[in-house]
T-cell receptor, first 114, second 112 residues
């Protein structure tokens, strides 16, 4: 089964509010990626994290690679209507029998009310 | 630069029919992936490849086969389609390391 647990599954917020979502894993990952998917489209990369403890921002988005390498979170500040979509975390393990495997979380469906 | 291209974009199959989905990338990426996306299930990994001539099973490999005869192409085959394989299929490619994985636009498959 899936190795990444992403929460929450869905969020309904007002425009201007901040949003936080996270992913946890039973396995250690060397890379954490956060994607957004719009309806009818493939996922598009938002932020990539490559080092434990790394904190990276991309505009209103901030993501962190957990120190244990088993978790990551994504924050969106001052949400706007175009933030609506499905957000996915993804992790890749570099070694062992799962070398190169890229696993996704279940996704967080974000709805922003104007 | 086309990136990742999936063919076809839509397909309807009858139960028991076979078909092959093609994923092509022009970025010389080593890693390629096939996922299926179902409502509430996120993206589930079917099979993946870490280089030409190699394939590995993901989380939901049953009912699917793959081949990576050329580095730029990753084929996903359904030998005998079942209604449970109705889904949206996404291909992705990645060079690994400090870069991003790119996705195709998806293939919507319906098995009736």
């Amino acid at each position: 089964g899936q190795q990444l647990n992403q929460s929450p599954q869905s969020m309904f917020i007002q425009e201007g509010e901040d949003v936080s979502m996270n992913c946890t894993s039973s396995s250690i990952f060397n890379t954490w990626l956060w994607y957004k998917q719009d309806p009818g489209e493939g996922p598009v990369l938002l932020i990539a994290l490559y080092k434990a403890g790394e904190l990276t921002s991309n505009g209103r988005l901030t993501a962190q690679f957990g120190i244990t390498r088993k978790d990551s979170f994504l924050n969106i500040s001052a949400s706007i209507p175009s933030d609506v979509g499905i957000y996915f975390c993804a992790g890749q393990r570099a070694g062992g029998t799962s070398y190169g495997k890229l696993t996704f979380g279940q996704g967080t469906i974000l709805t922003v009310h104007p | 630069n086309a990136g990742v291209t999936q063919t076809p974009k839509f397909r309807v199959l009858k139960t028991g029919q076979s078909m092959t989905l093609l994923c092509a990338q022009d970025m010389n990426h080593e890693y390629m992936y096939w996922y299926r996306q179902d409502p509430g299930m996120g993206l589930r990994l079917i099979h993946y490849s870490v280089g030409e001539g190699t394939t590995a099973k993901g989380e939901v490999p049953d009912g699917y086969n793959v081949s990576r005869l050329k580095k730029q192409n990753f084929l996903l085959g359904l030998e005998s389609a079942a209604p449970s394989q109705t889904s949206v299929y996404f291909c992705a490619s990645w060079t690994g390391g400090m870069t991003e994985a790119f996705f195709g636009q998806g293939t919507r498959l319906t098995v009736v």
